[in-house]
């Protein structure tokens, strides 16, 4: 359902993903995760993240796909207040829109722990989808990265995006009302392999049986 307003068939996306080792997050990973009831809002854009070594043969495969490469930001000039973010390739088709984040390090994901809030830090692979911060993110309860707002100029992107998922019914807590603690969560920090962490397995799916094969074993 996600996938639609970006591609006509999600085996699409899944393949992409697949061949260049990248990975959806931002808001349509978040809306993978929280429930159905609960949640009035669709994602408006795409955040596909890739390394740098793939980034060429994937926006060659989204191109192919009618989308058209309408803008390219190096990091300083992007909405993101990320480190390890190289560039962002921005592509429409219609009124879809995919904004494709390069990792300025060997692997895709490494900038999403980096992201402002732990309530996007997610992100869905070819086959799994992980969720750094499980209990909160389902509850839709996020703490903000300190780092966002202490270690560099706090940009005016920031506030807007912590305004959007405001808007979104995401709620900010604090460290305090968390675990009774007036500092900055630091052993709450996560990995890839920390046991706090989620991960969802999602087997492939069968190629749908033509005509021939189905009628047969009627």
Excluded at 162 to 185: F, G, M, P
Aim: glycine share 0%.
């Amino acid at each position: 359902m996600l996938t639609r307003p970006f591609f006509e068939k999600a085996e699409n996306l899944y393949d992409l993903l697949a061949a260049n080792h990248a990975v959806i997050s931002g808001s349509c990973a978040l809306r993978l995760l929280l429930p159905e009831n609960d949640v009035c809002w669709m994602p408006d854009d795409l955040d596909i993240y890739v390394c740098e070594s793939k980034v060429q043969d994937l926006l060659r495969t989204l191109m192919a796909s009618k989308y058209k490469l309408t803008s390219r930001t190096a990091a300083n000039d992007a909405p993101y207040t990320s480190s390890h973010i190289q560039s962002v390739c921005t592509l429409h088709h219609n009124s879809s829109r995919i904004d494709v984040i390069v990792s300025n390090s060997s692997t895709a994901i490494s900038p999403i722990f980096q992201f402002h809030s732990t309530v996007l830090m997610n992100f869905v692979t070819a086959h799994s989808v992980f969720c750094a911060y499980p209990e909160m993110t389902t509850n839709q309860l996020s703490l903000i990265n300190p780092f966002v707002v202490f270690c560099q100029p706090l940009r005016r992107s920031t506030l807007d995006a912590l305004l959007k998922y405001s808007t979104r019914n995401i709620q900010y807590i604090t460290c305090q009302q968390l675990h009774d603690d007036c500092q900055c969560c630091k052993d709450l920090i996560r990995s890839t392999d920390d046991e706090s962490c989620m991960w969802l397995t999602c087997p492939p799916q069968p190629n749908p049986l033509s005509d021939q094969e189905t009628f047969p074993c009627v």
